[in-house]
């Protein structure tokens, strides 16, 4: 597709090493890791294993790139499973910007993937620019990512120094092994994270990520992150588990996935962390929270109107309260199409949507 000077076109292999190229104007300081990253992400997706993207070209150079990811959601009870995609790792040369090459990648999406078996375009990692241009395109928001933290004022002060600077002082103090009932590991346990969450309850107004076996054995090879495994042991079984996800050798943890087989395992992990003080800071999405998950929060004294959530507000240039965007994959839609599955997607904000796998995501 002819937009302008410039050529709009599906990913190829051809183009990879290009992608990796521009990928440095959006990540410089993971410039290192790209290819793998990217390989991972889109190519490695047990859900796909197809690379998915549109790149713009410049007399045949890649000089803009919009990564498609493959999600899996499940609707309630139902045996239904939904696809969805999300737009990510978009980046654009800086001598090819503000000309509208983010829209044109996204609407040459949208028109490609209109007739497939992906019924909707999710929007989980939004950013401050790509967010008003997704509002121009009319995409719907569907609410706000906000956090939900526990913090220290040692984990205060560092984490704004990591905001400013991208160094820590403090580093993590998490021993391996096995205290109590809670084990600690640097390794998923993918079979048995499956099967507690084949035993969790499952609540029928909830749109919650699809994860099986594979799901697990992908999930946490990013090599842009680190995790940690908390799992709730119970006789020779697991009964739940909680994962944190750290970066850039951050004190800073972020709750990433959970699962408890019976109530009061989620719970007990997550005081055992906080007693142990292996994060200085945790932090959690705040919306659509599971009733007994966001409890055990409470309890925890997790908050949105601690300091850093005040330092926030007071510098939204710098933090940015960033929207979720739900849209159906056909480019023109009526009233009846925002139905997924017998789901209304106008009642997303009573889903459970979980970040998932990417850097944002």
């Not at 009846?336 to 998932?356: L, P, V, Y």
Request: aromatic letters at 14%.
């Amino acid at each position: 597709m002819r937009y302008g000077e410039y050529e709009i076109a599906n990913y190829s292999p051809e183009f990879f090493p290009e992608v990796v190229e521009i990928q440095k104007y959006l990540w410089p300081k993971y410039t290192s890791n790209t290819a793998e990253y990217l390989k991972w992400k889109f190519e490695n997706n047990p859900i796909n294993r197809k690379f998915l993207g549109v790149v713009a070209l410049d007399k045949g150079k890649v000089i803009g790139f919009n990564g498609l990811f493959v999600t899996r959601w499940r609707v309630g009870n139902k045996n239904d499973q939904i696809l969805m995609l999300s737009q990510a790792d978009i980046s654009v040369h800086p001598d090819h910007r503000k000309k509208g090459l983010f829209t044109a990648m996204t609407e040459y999406a949208v028109e490609k993937f209109e007739s497939t078996e992906f019924k909707a375009f999710i929007g989980l990692s939004i950013n401050t620019s790509s967010g008003v241009a997704y509002r121009k395109m009319s995409w719907p928001k569907i609410t706000d990512r906000t956090s939900v933290r526990q913090t220290s004022l040692s984990g205060m002060l560092n984490w704004r120094l990591v905001q400013k600077t991208g160094k820590s002082l403090l580093k993590l103090r998490i021993n391996y092994g096995t205290s109590g009932n809670i084990e600690v590991s640097n390794k998923p346990r993918p079979e048995d994270m499956y099967s507690v969450v084949t035993q969790q309850k499952i609540l029928d107004d909830k749109i919650t990520l699809f994860r099986d076996v594979d799901f697990f054995k992908w999930r946490f090879q990013n090599v842009r992150r680190k995790y940690f495994f908390y799992y709730c042991l119970k006789n020779e079984s697991i009964d739940g588990y909680v994962v944190i996800e750290t970066a850039d050798d951050s004190t800073s943890g972020h709750i990433l996935d959970y699962a408890e087989a019976e109530d009061g395992a989620i719970n007990e992990i997550l005081h055992y962390i906080v007693r142990e003080r292996h994060f200085d800071m945790l932090s959690a999405w705040n919306f659509s929270l599971r009733e007994d998950f966001g409890r055990t929060l409470k309890s925890l004294r997790f908050s949105t109107t601690n300091l850093p959530a005040i330092i926030e507000k007071l510098f939204p240039h710098e933090f940015p309260l960033l929207p979720v965007f739900v849209r159906p994959t056909k480019k023109l839609y009526k009233e009846e199409d925002w139905f997924i599955e017998s789901i209304d997607i106008r009642d997303i904000k009573n889903w459970e949507i979980k970040r998932i796998c990417s850097d944002n995501t």
